[in-house]
C-alpha cells in the first residue's frame, strides 16, 4: 500500500499534528509508532508517526527524512495513552512521546548532534575539481577523491580521520558548495551497539546471594493477597477493569512481600508486571529484594545510572518479550511490555511521581489510566495514602486493604512529643535538641545503634508565628499560612493575594517576640557534632548529595554502620529499610506545615510518619522523637498517634469545605516573563477569559496573585488557580478558554493540571 502522507506528532511545544511527505523509498516500510527524523522550520527534529491521512491541505509537504530505529516502534497501547496524557495534561502528543522513550535517548538529554557531512555534486565533478586544485590545495584535492569514492553522508569527525583532511579544507569545500554540513541528531538507537548485559544491573554486587527462605504470610498479606488474585482472576475479555487496589499498610507492614507474591504468579502464569517506586527509593537494597524475592525472574532495572546505550538495548528486550518485570521510577510507566497484566506503584502518594517539567504528567495516575485501558489490576501502596487515593477507596472508586500492623518483631515504634516554644529555648541554647531527645541519642549511642536525625529545611521564604503559643498568620479565606514578603515588609497571601502588614505582637497570646524560622540540616550536623565528639555524623541532604553515586556512598556507610547519627532531609524518610535505625529524631516538624500549599498539613503528615517508620524494623523496638512548635496541629498530633484514619477523616472535611482535590480537579496556569507587566497582563487576560466561559456554579477562578516565589531566574510569576467539579469540567473550560502553553519569546504560560506543588 502506497502512503503518500504522514501525519508526525513532532517533539515541539505545539497542540497539534504537521503533514509530511513519506519519501517513496520509505513508503512501505513507515508505520504508525515509527519515530522519524523530519525537517522542522530551519532546524531537523524528532517525531513520531500517528496517521496516514488521505489528503492535505498543506500543498508543499517535506518529505520525512529517515525512520529512526525501525525495529521499536511505539505500540498502539502506548500511542493511545501518550495521547491521553496530552488531552489531559495539555501537552503536545510529540512531546508525550520524547517523554516515553527511555532517557538514554530522548532529546536533550544525553542526546547528541554531530555535524553530517552531505555532498552536492556528482562524483565526477568531485574529481574533476580534485585534479584542479591538486597542486594549490593538496588537502583539499585528497578530500575531493576521497568524497568522489564515497559520498556518505559522513559524520565530521569520522571523514576527517579516516579522509586525512583538515577541517579547514572541508570548510573550503562547504563554502564553495561541494558539500553541506548540517547539525543533525544522533540516534543512540542507530549507533552500532556493543552487547552489554543490562539485565546485570551494575548496582548489584552481590546477584549470586543465596535466595532467602520463603516467609511465611502473616493474615492481613493473605487477605491481600488473595484480593489481588481475585482481580487478576477476572476475564480480562470483561467490559469493565478490576477497580484499582489500594494497599494501605504501616511502615514495615509487608507490602512489598505482597507485591512479590503477586508479581511472581504473574510471571508464572506467562504474562509480565511493572513496578514503579519513587526515584529515591530505587536503591541498591531495594533492587536485591526483587531480584531475591522474585528468583528465576528476568528483571529489567530502569536505572538512571544505565547508560544510553544499555538503556536502548533494555527497551528493546522489554518490547520483544525478554523481561519479566520491569521496575523503575516515575518514566518507567511507559516500558513497552508486552502482555502486561500487573502493575504496582509503590509509595502511591509520593509528589515525586508528578513531572514538574512539560508534560507534567503524575506517574502513578497514567499508571491507573494504563492499567484501566488494559483492565489489568494495579496495586497502590503507601502507608500513608494521598488522600485523593484514599477517597476513591473510600467512595468505591478504589478497592482498600489494609494492614495495620508491622510484620516484624516489632510493632510500629513508640512516638513521643516535645513541645518547642518559650521554655524549651530558655533551657536549651541551641534551640535545637531537646532534653528529651539529646537523652534518647545518648541512650542510642551507648546500645551502639544508629540514630535518623530529619529535618525537612527547604525553606525559601519564612513564615511568622509566635515562639510562645504557636500561633501561626493565616490567609482568612484561603486556610494558607501568609507569607512573609520582606521587601514590602507585609504579610500576603499566595492564592488570593491579600495582604496584611505584620502586627508587632502575637494576636492570639500579645506575646511580642514574633520569630521567622530558619535553621538547616548542616547546622543541625555541625551541632551534633560538637555536642557528641564521639559520634559519628553523616548528612543527607540535597547539597551533601551531587549524584546517584554520592548517594549510595553515604546510604551504604549508613548500613554498614559507618555512621551513628545521619542527618537529612526527606531523603532519609522514605522507603529505606536499616535495621540498626532505633532512634528517630524530627527536629522540627513544623517546616512545611505552613506552606502556602493546601497539602501543607497532608506532606507534614506524611513526613512524620514516614520518617518515625524507619526505627525499630529490626532486632530492637523503635523509639521516635518529634520536636514541634505545633504539638497541637491535627496533622502533627494525629501523626504521632499514627491515626491515618482520623488524619484523613480532619483533612478531607477541610478539602471539601474549600473545594480543593479531592473535592474536584485544579490546574495551575502559570504566566512567566522577564517583564512583570508582560506576565501581569497576560495572567489578567487569561483569567478574564476564564471568567467569561465559566457557567459553571462549580467552577472557580482564582487570581491571578504573585506565585509563591514571585520571580524565579529573573522571571516575574502570576498564577492562576482553576477549579473545577470534574477532570472533564476543567479540560472543557481551559480549552474552550483557549489556555495554550508554550511561547516563549514574550511571556510563557504553563498550564501545570493536577498540580502537585502549589508553588
Ligand atoms: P513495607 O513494604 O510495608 O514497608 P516490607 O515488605 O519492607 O514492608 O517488610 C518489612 C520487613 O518485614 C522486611 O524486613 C520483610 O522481610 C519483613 N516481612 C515481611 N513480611 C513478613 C512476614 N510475613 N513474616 C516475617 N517477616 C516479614
Ligand atoms: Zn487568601
Known amino acids: 500500500m502506497v502512503k503518500p502522507i504522514a501525519e508526525i506528532a513532532v517533539n515541539a511545544p505545539l497542540n497539534r499534528l504537521f503533514h509530511y511527505?513519506?519519501?517513496?523509498?520509505?513508503?512501505?516500510?513507515?508505520?504508525?509508532?515509527?519515530?522519524?527524523?523530519?525537517?522542522?522550520?530551519?532546524?531537523?527534529?524528532?517525531?513520531?508517526?500517528?496517521?496516514?491521512?488521505?489528503?492535505?491541505?498543506?500543498?508543499?509537504l517535506k518529505p520525512i527524512r529517515e525512520i529512526l530505529h525501525p525495529d521499536c516502534r511505539f505500540d498502539e497501547h502506548v500511542l493511545r495513552l501518550t495521547r491521553w496524557i496530552a488531552r489531559y495534561y495539555f501537552a503536545s502528543w510529540g512531546e508525550v512521546l520524547e517523554a516515553a522513550l527511555p532517557p538514554g535517548i530522548r532529546a536533550g538529554k544525553n542526546e547528541r548532534f554531530v555535524h553530517v557531512v552531505r555532498v552536492l555534486s556528482s562524483a565526477e565533478a568531485l574529481l574533476e575539481e580534485s585534479a584542479r586544485v591538486a597542486k594549490r590545495a593538496p588537502a583539499q584535492s585528497r578530500l575531493l577523491e576521497y568524497l568522489a569514492g564515497d559520498a556518505g553522508p559522513h559524520p565530521r569527525p569520522a571523514l576527517l580521520q579516516a579522509s586525512g583532511a583538515t577541517s579547514d579544507a572541508l570548510r573550503r569545500l562547504a563554502e564553495r558548495g561541494f558539500v553541506e554540513i548540517v547539525r543533525e541528531r544522533v540516534d543512540p538507537l542507530m549507533a552500532p551497539t556493543k552487547s552489554s548485559n543490562h539485565l546485570a544491573d551494575p548496582t548489584d554486587d552481590d546477584a549470586d546471594a543465596p535466595t532467602p527462605p520463603q516467609l511465611e504470610l502473616h493474615e492481613d498479606q493473605d487477605k491481600?493477597?488473595?484480593?489481588?488474585?481475585?482481580?487478576l482472576d477476572l476475564d480480562a475479555d470483561t467490559e469493565t477493569a478490576p477497580l484499582p487496589i489500594l494497599l494501605h499498610g504501616v511502615t514495615g507492614s509487608g507490602k512489598t512481600e505482597v507485591y512479590l507474591r503477586a508479581l511472581d504468579r504473574v510471571v508464572r502464569e506467562g504474562g509480565r508486571g511493572l513496578v514503579l517506586v519513587p526515584e529515591i527509593s530505587l536503591t541498591p537494597q531495594t533492587v536485591r529484594r526483587f531480584r531475591e524475592g522474585l528468583p528465576g525472574v528476568r528483571l529489567a532495572v530502569q536505572h538512571s545510572m544505565l547508560g544510553a546505550r544499555a538503556?536502548?538495548?533494555?527497551?528493546?528486550?522489554?518490547?520483544?518479550?525478554?523481561?519479566?518485570?520491569?521496575?523503575g521510577a516515575r518514566s518507567a510507566i511507559f516500558a513497552p511490555v508486552p502482555d502486561l497484566r500487573l502493575i504496582v506503584v509503590d509509595e502511591e502518594h509520593e509528589p515525586s511521581y508528578k513531572q514538574e517539567s512539560s508534560p507534567r504528567y503524575n506517574g502513578r495516575d497514567v499508571a491507573v489510566m494504563r492499567a484501566n485501558m488494559l483492565r489489568i489490576p494495579i496495586v497502590l501502596g503507601s502507608a500513608t495514602p494521598s488522600l485523593e487515593s484514599y477517597h476513591n477507596a473510600r467512595t468505591g472508586r478504589y478497592r482498600l486493604l489494609e494492614m495495620p500492623r508491622r510484620a516484624t518483631p516489632h510493632d510500629l515504634p513508640t512516638v513521643s512529643m516535645v513541645p518547642l516554644g518559650k521554655e524549651f529555648y530558655s533551657v536549651n541554647g541551641s534551640g535545637l535538641v531537646s532534653g528529651p531527645l539529646?537523652?534518647?541519642?545518648?541512650?542510642?549511642?551507648?546500645?551502639?545503634?544508629?540514630?535518623?536525625?530529619?529535618?525537612?529545611?527547604?525553606?525559601?521564604?519564612?513564615?511568622?508565628?509566635?515562639?510562645?503559643?504557636?500561633?501561626?498568620?493565616k490567609c482568612i479565606s484561603c486556610d494558607i499560612a501568609l507569607t512573609y514578603h520582606r521587601g514590602e515588609h507585609a504579610l500576603r497571601c499566595h492564592y488570593c493575594d491579600a495582604r496584611q502588614s505584620p502586627p508587632s505582637e502575637c494576636p492570639e497570646c500579645t506575646f511580642r517576640g514574633l520569630?521567622?524560622?530558619?535553621?538547616?540540616?548542616?547546622?543541625?550536623?555541625?551541632?551534633?557534632?560538637?555536642?557528641?565528639?564521639?559520634?559519628?555524623?553523616?548528612?543527607?541532604?540535597?547539597?551533601?548529595v551531587k549524584n546517584d553515586k554520592s548517594l549510595r556512598a553515604i546510604l551504604d556507610d549508613f548500613s554498614r554502620g559507618d555512621i551513628d547519627i545521619l542527618v537529612g532531609t526527606q531523603m532519609i524518610a522514605k522507603g529505606h529499610d536499616f535495621p540498626r535505625v532505633s532512634l528517630v529524631g524530627v527536629i522540627t516538624a513544623d517546616t512545611g506545615l505552613h506552606f502556602p500549599d493546601f497539602r501543607a498539613a497532608e506532606r507534614t503528615f506524611q513526613i512524620i510518619t514516614q520518617v518515625s517508620g524507619r526505627a525499630g524494623r529490626g532486632e530492637n523496638p523503635g523509639k521516635v522523637v518529634v520536636q514541634s512548635f505545633s504539638p497541637d496541629h491535627y496533622a502533627i498530633d494525629l501523626a504521632v498517634q499514627s491515626d491515618y484514619r482520623a488524619f484523613y477523616e480532619r483533612e478531607v472535611d477541610?478539602?471539601?469545605?474549600?473545594?480543593?482535590?479531592?473535592?474536584?480537579?485544579?490546574?495551575?496556569?502559570?504566566?512567566?516573563?522577564?517583564?512583570?507587566?508582560?506576565?501581569?497582563?497576560?495572567?489578567?487576560?487569561?483569567?478574564?477569559?476564564?471568567?467569561?466561559?465559566?457557567?459553571?456554579?462549580?467552577?472557580?477562578?482564582?487570581?491571578?496573585?504573585a506565585s509563591p516565589i514571585a520571580r524565579i531566574q529573573d522571571r516575574h510569576r502570576f498564577q492562576i488557580l482553576v477549579k473545577a467539579a470534574n477532570a472533564r469540567d476543567l479540560g472543557a473550560l481551559l480549552r474552550q478558554a483557549n489556555v495554550q502553553a508554550g511561547g516563549r519569546t514574550t511571556a510563557e504560560v504553563v498550564v501545570d493540571v493536577d498540580p502537585q506543588s502549589m508553588l
Not at 491481600?224 to 482481580?231: C, N, Y
Not at 538503556?311 to 521496575?327: N, S, Y
Not at 521567622?516 to 553523616?538: H, I, M, W, Y
Request: aromatic share 6%.
Open 21 to 60: 511527505e513519506v519519501p517513496v523509498e520509505l513508503g512501505d516500510r513507515l508505520e504508525r509508532g515509527h519515530r522519524v527524523l523530519v525537517p522542522f522550520g530551519r532546524r531537523t527534529t524528532t517525531g513520531v508517526c500517528v496517521g496516514f491521512p488521505e489528503e492535505s491541505e498543506v500543498t508543499t
Open 438 to 473: 539529646d537523652h534518647q541519642i545518648r541512650q542510642c549511642l551507648k546500645r551502639k545503634e544508629q540514630t535518623i536525625l530529619f529535618l525537612n529545611r527547604r525553606g525559601f521564604s519564612t513564615y511568622l508565628h509566635c515562639p510562645s503559643c504557636g500561633f501561626v498568620f
Open 224 to 231: 491481600a493477597l488473595r484480593a489481588i488474585d481475585e482481580a
Open 515 to 544: 520569630r521567622r524560622s530558619g535553621v538547616g540540616t548542616e547546622k543541625v550536623a555541625e551541632l551534633l557534632s560538637n555536642q557528641f565528639p564521639d559520634a559519628r555524623v553523616g548528612r543527607l541532604d540535597r547539597d551533601s
Open 311 to 327: 538503556r536502548t538495548e533494555q527497551w528493546r528486550d522489554i518490547q520483544a518479550g525478554q523481561v519479566d518485570v520491569v521496575i
Open 654 to 705: 477541610s478539602r471539601q469545605t474549600l473545594a480543593y482535590p479531592p473535592f474536584g480537579r485544579i490546574a495551575k496556569v502559570l504566566v512567566q516573563s522577564e517583564r512583570e507587566e508582560r506576565a501581569r497582563k497576560l495572567a489578567d487576560d487569561i483569567a478574564a477569559r476564564l471568567r467569561t466561559v465559566t457557567s459553571s456554579e462549580s467552577i472557580s477562578v482564582l487570581g491571578p496573585a
